[in-house]
């Protein structure tokens, strides 16, 4: 575990091209790092990170990065534009990495990521950060990745409604180890969504967080299990585990991550 993992990463700040300070416009990207998982499966690869200031955005940085402005975004607010866009840029890069011309991801009709063929990956955002990963479609049924904002207090009892039961958060404060309460059950729930974006397009429909159990949690290995409470497909039955990976991004984000 890294309490900063910026300190190790290898940072490639101006490998992907800046929005110009024109018209007044401020910097909006701030920094670029590609990220280790800590998977031990070959098949995951580095995350492309992007810290990036919502601030600073205006929408002609959709045209200075060469990213389709999707009309269903036309209205939304800037920090709705400005993560899509970030989302989309760490894509494009994530799919440069398998030496592939790159295209940005389209958007379905649950709101999943459309990749070009022979692609999959995964896309998430925070306020200020966006990430990306992707792989060789034939080599995986799926991949999942989660940036999350520690919890506070609010959120922290909207979460347990939704997303964790009573018996998980049991489980979740007896191993926690050096972990704030608020850290780990923020990792439990970007776990759970880290599991849903891998599995949807297998599962083909949203399934609820009680589909999955947190049933094992080591925290200096950076490891939890997730297993199955339902059949959501033939290659997804009751009972089957998986194991997600995550890390401390900074201080207060957490970062998890699954493929199978
Ligand atoms: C879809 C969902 C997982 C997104 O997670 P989030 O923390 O809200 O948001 P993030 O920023 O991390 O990720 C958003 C990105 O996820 C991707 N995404 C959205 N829907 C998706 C889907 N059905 N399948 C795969 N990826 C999806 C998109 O790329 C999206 O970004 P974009 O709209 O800018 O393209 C979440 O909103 C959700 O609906 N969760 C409920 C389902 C669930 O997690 N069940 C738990 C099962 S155990």
Not at 76 to 94: C, D, I, N
């Amino acid at each position: 575990m890294h309490d900063d993992p910026f300190d190790d990463a290898e940072e490639i700040r101006s490998n992907i091209p800046s929005a110009a300070p024109k018209d007044g416009q401020a910097v909006m990207l701030r920094t670029t790092q590609w990220l280790d998982l800590g998977h031990d499966d070959p098949r995951m690869p580095p995350a492309f990170v992007i810290a990036f200031s919502v601030a600073a955005f205006t929408t002609s940085a959709f045209e200075q990065h060469g990213v389709p402005f999707p009309a269903t975004l036309q209205k939304a607010v800037p920090k709705r534009q400005a993560e899509f866009l970030m989302g989309r840029l760490a894509a494009r890069h994530a799919i440069e990495h398998l030496g592939v011309a790159a295209a940005a991801p389209g958007i379905g009709t649950s709101r999943e990521p459309l990749w070009q063929t022979g692609v999959t990956g995964s896309i998430t955002h925070t306020k200020d950060m966006a990430g990306a990963i992707a792989v060789d479609s034939s080599t995986v049924h799926g991949i999942g990745i989660d940036i999350e904002n520690v919890v506070d207090a609010d959120a922290r009892r909207a979460l347990e409604a939704l997303a964790i039961t009573a018996e998980e958060r049991a489980l979740l404060e007896a191993r926690r180890e050096h972990l704030s309460v608020d850290a780990i059950l923020t990792i439990a729930f970007s776990a759970k969504e880290s599991f849903f974006k891998g599995t949807f397009g297998t599962v083909g429909r949203y399934f609820d967080f009680s589909a999955a159990r947190v049933t094992s949690l080591h925290v200096n290995s950076g490891r939890l299990t997730l297993t199955l409470e339902e059949d959501l497909a033939p290659a997804l039955p009751k009972g089957r585990s998986f194991t997600v990976c995550f890390r401390m991004l900074t201080l207060d984000t957490v970062v998890t991550s699954f493929v199978w």
